[in-house]
């Protein structure tokens, strides 16, 4: 099972950027997609999630309007529009498989990979 993040980079504030994430090793149709965040000292945070026909999403008040995730399932690719970026979005940015379970997320998997690093900044 593979997930591998791309497209972060340093951004200035109000700007954009597009993350992708390719799945494979397993059917990516099948499983609500994710994305998650970490930034230095914090915990890792939810921002993001799509159901596995791409009908639903999902989003905390802290990006609601600003983010969107979108997937294809034919390239087994789940991306994030990040748009009206602020300096609190400074994070390494994880993509995840996973499942909502009495109305909570659950990733499926225990390895999270290395993420794509977003930083922020003027």
């Known amino acids: 099972v593979q997930l591998v993040g791309s497209g972060g980079g340093l951004v200035q504030p109000g700007g954009s950027l597009r993350l992708s994430c390719a799945a494979s090793?397993?059917?990516?149709?099948?499983?609500?997609m994710s994305w998650y965040r970490q930034a230095p000292g914090k915990e890792r945070e939810l921002v993001a999630t799509?159901?596995?026909?791409?009908?639903?999403?999902n989003y905390p008040d802290s990006v609601k309007g600003r983010f969107t995730i979108s997937r294809d399932n034919a390239k087994n690719t789940v991306y994030l529009q990040m748009n009206s970026l602020k300096p609190e979005d400074t994070a390494v940015y994880y993509c995840?498989?996973?499942?909502?379970?009495?109305?909570?997320?659950?990733?499926?998997?225990?390895?999270w990979g290395q993420g794509t690093q977003v930083t922020v900044s003027s």
């Open positions: 995840m498989s996973g499942t909502y379970y009495r109305g909570s997320y659950y990733p499926a998997l225990t390895y």
């Open positions: 090793g397993f059917t990516f149709s099948s499983y609500v």
């Open positions: 799509i159901s596995s026909a791409g009908g639903s999403t």
